[in-house]
């Protein structure tokens, strides 16, 4: 049994911070959407999904019953009720998310919703060229639960320059209020060719400051975690019993297959990944060749490495006895920045900012 993406190019304006595969639209094609990504899938195996996450881009600017076709078509054996066991998410931004939709898609068979908040300051949004305000946010919320949609994340960013003078903490609490069950908190990072890339380099902005980033982060964890929340993985913390099932699937190294635009694969050996540009990926499906760019399959370090680094990322950590060095440098637990227990190998809140150097 595998996983499922399914990625969702539209988007109605680039955000500041984004370097993702979006194609900006007006008008969103749906019905050619849905049939490039339908015909895409007849290539699949037949087989169940545990997990579908709609992903972008921005999933909620397709109309509910294109989502609707989609979940029948690709889930023909389950129910589309809303109370189908596998976890079904689907990434929107809050200004999509009417009493209506959330409605439809509740029918259609999504049970988990990711918001793409960022944060509870209006100044804010709009640097970040959001499209919602801090008042939509509260109102999505409220709209998805009423139509029956409990399990609700929130995504935010922190680290900002520091003349926005962004209230992190002020965030967290209202995120919080909103008894959201899961929270994906994101440092700001600088992308080549993005808006804010060329802010930085004209001098109209800062880069991120590496202290503040490190304070947000460390801030985060100390508050979330005295409200019952588990940081599980270094970006994200739920409430117990609900974890991201599907983004779980990617750190334990399962096999995943990825579908339209940008998506990418992996059968526990060789990965691939489909055309970026939503047009050139639209001619390859209309023309009958296969959308795939590229793929490469894993030797026995890539292996390795990744199975360190994305077992790092996560609260279980690594197994001691699977590493080449039975035994980490001791300097690193002397640091605080892992901890070694029951023969697993976890980071700490200082370690994960230190991630991509302590898997080195």
């Known amino acids: 049994m595998a996983h499922l993406y399914i990625h969702v190019p539209f988007c109605v304006r680039r955000c500041s911070y984004c370097d993702f595969s979006i194609a900006v639209r007006k008008r969103i094609p749906g019905q050619e959407y849905v049939h490039a990504l339908l015909t895409e899938a007849g290539a699949l195996p037949d087989g169940d999904f545990q997990t579908v996450y709609f992903g972008g881009g921005t999933p909620s600017l397709l109309p509910p019953d ?5 979940l029948r078509e690709l889930l023909p054996r389950t129910t589309h009720d809303g109370r189908r066991t596998i976890e079904v998410t689907l990434e929107a931004n809050p200004e999509d998310v009417t009493p209506d939709h959330a409605k439809a898609w509740r029918a259609a068979g999504i049970n988990r919703v990711s918001l793409g908040a960022q944060s509870f300051d209006d100044t804010v949004l709009k640097w970040m060229h959001r499209s919602h305000d801090a008042a939509r946010i509260g109102a999505a919320v409220h709209a998805l639960r009423n139509a029956g949609i409990e399990n609700i994340s929130l ?3 922190f680290g900002l320059p520091e003349e926005l003078h962004r209230n992190w903490a002020r965030d967290l609490e209202l995120a919080k209020a909103l008894r959201s069950t899961h929270l994906s908190l994101y440092g700001l ?6 808006p804010l890339e060329r802010w930085i380099s004209r001098g109209a902005t800062h880069a991120p400051d590496e202290e503040r980033y490190a304070e947000e982060y460390l801030l985060a964890h100390r508050r979330l975690t005295a409200d019952g929340f588990l940081f599980y993985e270094v970006s994200n913390a739920s409430l117990p019993g609900f974890r991201s099932r599907h983004n779980s699937a990617y750190w334990s190294g399962q096999p995943y297959v990825g579908l339209e635009p940008a998506a990418h694969s992996f059968d526990g050996t060789t990965r691939r990944w489909n055309l970026r540009a939503w047009e050139a990926y639209r001619r390859a499906i209309a023309a009958g060749r ?3 760019e590229s793929e490469e399959t894993l030797t026995d370090e890539q292996s390795e490495l990744e199975r360190i680094y994305l077992g790092l990322r996560t609260a279980e950590g690594v197994a001691v006895a699977a590493l080449r060095r039975p035994s980490p440098p001791p300097y690193l637990a002397a640091q605080g920045w892992v901890v070694e227990h029951n023969g697993r ?3 700490t809140p200082e370690g994960w900012l230190r991630l991509d150097s302590l898997v080195s």
């Open 66 to 70: 294109a989502i609707e076709r989609l």
């Open 155 to 157: 995504d935010l960013i």
């Open 189 to 194: 990072t600088v992308e080549a060719r993005t």
């Open 290 to 292: 296969s959308p795939v």
């Open 345 to 347: 190998l976890r980071c």
